[in-house]
């Protein structure tokens, strides 16, 4: 886990980002500094973030609500960001291309270490948000798999309780272990992905 250096509280921090302060700040402005200082290994604080935006905290929370929606948003637009990373590294055609995919998302997400300093900051946390079935982050995977399966796998049905549970497989056996610091189960997170996908048949 990154070192703490500084001695008074978070909301002490020197900036190390801010929005220039030649135009007013977004609410996009505020995910985008949320997420600059999730992968610094830093604490997100409301109070930080709204001073550096030049924004007041109520204005923060009408754009993002609160400090957990923030980091929540955070969490899923990674997940889209390290899908996206992954997929013109990817190799083979079909179900092959699809779990290469699916590998190499995981691979990234396991070596995250700023993922990995904030499961040590806020173990309990960190498992409500990446294990939420109503989540954003169990939300915005479910549609990643859905776009991979649509695009790579045409030929077979997949319906929606497959997608589902290919998900939750990987909740449980990858973003759970992250959450409680342990090794993810990458591979049985993959066989059980192929397995699911095997079992729908072909399209008539």
């Not at 092959?96 to 997400?109: E, S």
């Amino acid at each position: 886990m990154k070192a703490e250096t500084q001695t008074g509280s978070p909301e002490d921090e020197v900036p190390t980002e801010a929005v220039p302060s030649f135009r007013k700040a977004s609410p996009e402005d505020a995910i985008d500094l949320a997420r600059a200082r999730f992968l610094q290994g830093e604490r997100i604080e409301m109070r930080t973030l709204a001073q550096d935006l030049g924004i007041g905290r109520t204005t923060l929370y009408r754009w993002v609500g609160e400090r957990e929606e923030l980091i929540e948003e955070v969490f899923a637009g990674l997940v889209v960001e390290w899908f996206e990373a992954v997929e013109s590294q990817a190799t083979g055609t079909g179900k092959d291309r699809l779990i290469d995919i699916f590998t190499r998302f995981l691979d990234i997400a396991s070596a995250s270490s700023p993922l990995s300093d904030f499961a040590s900051r806020e173990p309990a946390l960190t498992m409500r948000l990446l294990l939420d079935r109503r989540g954003k982050v169990a939300t915005q995977s479910k549609v990643l798999i859905s776009s991979l399966v649509v695009e790579h796998l045409p030929e077979r049905e997949v319906p929606e309780n497959i997608i589902d549970a290919i998900e939750m497989s990987t909740a449980a056996l990858v973003w759970a272990n992250i959450a409680a610091e342990r090794e993810p189960d990458i591979q049985g997170a993959i066989s059980l992905t192929e397995t699911l996908i095997d079992v729908c048949p072909t399209k008539a």
